[in-house]
């Protein structure tokens, strides 16, 4: 079952997603026959209705390609999104499909007579991008569409506008800054009783940390009577407002460690003053008093929320190739091994295309990883007589959810979401029990495929390089997705879609295709982004 994809604020983004979900659903109910016919019958309907899941772009295209065109491209479409769902076990994400929609529109722009040929090297061309664009995606990474070699990618923040509650001025409100005193009137101090006499201090709007308020701030007004005195967060004394003015008194009486106390004192609520004596004396007992702010007639004192966007941007780099084969070459392969030589280097420059931008992105996250690196010994052979390897695996799990939680807070957007393990590692979760871990059915095969899915949900991916492998030591590399492209540490996008063409074969004939491709393949500019990745070096492994 795959598991439903990101969503994102953009509207574009947000379209592709649904189009992606009609699309499906149309699958869905023609079942195992959704063939061309299928496929018309879904781009009719749907250019036809008034709440149309195809975007506008799509939309143009289809409106101007002929049926034949516009079946290859649906029934492409349809078979790379079931492609890419059985590789990575989710619902493919809507920046992702968004770019393959963007690609298309680019590259049938303005179609001409060949681009609405069901055979025209337009449409050969749309349909090789909207595979590759696929096959390609990192499931890690997020897209950021561009027609432009420079993308700006823009991080909203949120602020305290002033110092207030909890925040300074100017201070984050985002993520783990979340949810501090601010926009309620309350505010508390705690005050330590002496040996004798009265504890004094001053309740102001500003609160260096939970029940302390900033000694040094200025005094504002309180609500008159809303004073409380607490003690491990029981009312012992209220404040009480005399009828003709003045400070308001603090009485109480309390039975404590098993002593009964008489609790007196006053509170100005014009300024925030305080004093309470305690009956008998307890040096060193600490008691809360909390009142409300008063806002009415002080807008001031009123908490400001503000809103800031940081821009950076990111440059996309060109990414190009060829194949070549003899005409000699060509009929022998052809006469001898049935194969087509040009075929056969085309898709040798797709795959390495494919596996080079994945590694690259794998090469990026080790390096930030490195910021983010914790030891962990499983003592496998010194434990393996009296543990079972699952309780081993358990140990190990409260290391990766620890470091999840970490990224959260370090990301103020996401934790864990993908693993990445090899050699030795590899091996040891294929032996781990089906309820912690459930192996995707995939193949072993040489490079980067997805070994299957942990209980908590992380996705495990295989990788034959990159990563550090010993006799009893094996790295695992832990990656988090944002929810969009702005809090997302990796980032992919087509400038130029990738597309492989004919080029002169010379006076020899020779059989020559060569691929260009203008992307973003990299790490978002952005800081708050980069504790997206993970280390865990694990020792006392099995031994290899």
């Known amino acids: 079952m795959t598991v439903k994809a990101y969503a994102s604020g953009n509207k574009k983004i947000v379209e592709a997603g649904k189009f992606t979900d009609a699309l499906k659903g149309s699958k869905e109910e023609a079942g195992h026959a959704f063939d061309s016919s299928s496929a018309q019958s879904f781009v009719s309907s749907q250019l036809s209705a008034s709440d149309s899941a195809i975007p506008e772009s799509l939309a143009k295209v289809f409106d101007s390609a002929s049926p034949e065109v516009q079946t290859k491209l649906v029934t492409t479409i349809s078979d790379s999104i079931s492609a890419y769902e059985e590789r990575h076990n989710c619902e493919v994400p809507p920046d992702i499909m968004n770019q393959v929609i963007h690609n298309v529109g680019v590259i049938l722009d303005d179609a001409s007579s060949e681009g609405s040929s069901p055979t025209g090297l337009q449409t050969a061309q749309a349909l090789v991008s909207i595979q590759a664009t696929l096959a390609a995606a990192v499931p890690f990474a997020h897209y950021a569409t561009s027609e432009n070699t420079e993308v700006p990618i823009a991080i909203l923040n949120r602020y305290s506008a002033g110092a207030n509650g909890m925040y300074a001025e100017g201070g984050s409100i985002d993520g783990i800054n ?129 809103v800031s966007v940081a821009v950076k941007s990111m440059y996309a780099m060109d990414w190009k190739g060829y194949t070549e084969i003899t005409r000699e070459a060509f009929e022998q392969l052809n006469r001898e091994l049935g194969l087509d030589g040009r075929s056969e280097g085309m ?126 030591t094996s790295q695992i590399l832990l990656i988090g997705r944002g929810n969009d492209v702005a809090r997302s540490a990796f980032v992919m996008g087509d400038v130029v879609p990738p597309m492989l063409r004919d080029f002169d074969p010379g006076k020899a004939l020779a059989e020559r295709a060569a691929f260009y491709g203008k992307n973003f393949t990299g790490i978002n500019p952005h800081e708050i982004t980069w504790g997206s990745a993970a280390l865990v070096e694990v020792s006392g492994m099995p031994a290899q």
Not at 184 to 200: D, E, K, L
Not at 219 to 228: D, S, T
Not at 235 to 257: D, F, M, Y
Not at 422 to 451: D, K, N, V
């Open 347 to 472: 898709i040798g420059i797709q795959t390495q295309f494919t596996n080079e931008r994945h590694y690259t992105l794998l090469i990026n996250a080790v390096r930030l990883a490195q910021g983010n690196l914790r030891q962990f010994n499983l003592e496998y052979t010194d434990r393996k007589a009296n543990m079972a390897v699952a309780d081993m695996w358990r140990d190990l799990m409260s290391v990766v959810d620890a470091t999840s939680q970490t990224m959260a807070e370090q990301t103020n957007s996401h934790g864990v979401g993908f693993m990445y393990v090899t050699g030795g590692m590899a091996r040891f979760m294929r032996s781990l029990p089906r309820e912690i871990f459930t192996p995707s059915g995939q193949p072993a095969r040489p490079g980067i495929y997805r070994m299957g899915t942990l209980s908590n949900g992380i996705e495990v991916y295989y990788t034959p390089r990159i990563l550090k492998d010993g006799p009893t």
């Open 178 to 306: 979340s949810g501090k005193t601010l926009m309620g009137a309350a505010r508390a101090h705690t005050i330590t009783m002496p040996a004798s006499g009265a504890a004094t201090a001053k309740l102001t709007a500003i609160q260096t940390d939970i029940d302390v308020c900033d000694q040094n701030a200025d005094a504002v007004a309180f609500l008159p009577g809303r004073g409380v005195l607490l003690h491990n967060g029981r009312p012992i004394a209220l404040e009480h407002v005399p009828v003709s003015g003045g400070a308001s008194t603090i009485s109480g009486t309390a039975s404590i460690g098993g002593t009964s106390y008489t609790i007196t004192g006053t509170f100005n609520s014009g300024n925030g003053d305080l004093s309470v004596t305690l009956a008998p004396a307890n040096e060193g007992l600490e008691l809360v008093f909390e009142s409300y702010v008063k806002f009415e007639g002080n807008e001031s004192l009123i908490p400001g929320i503000g």
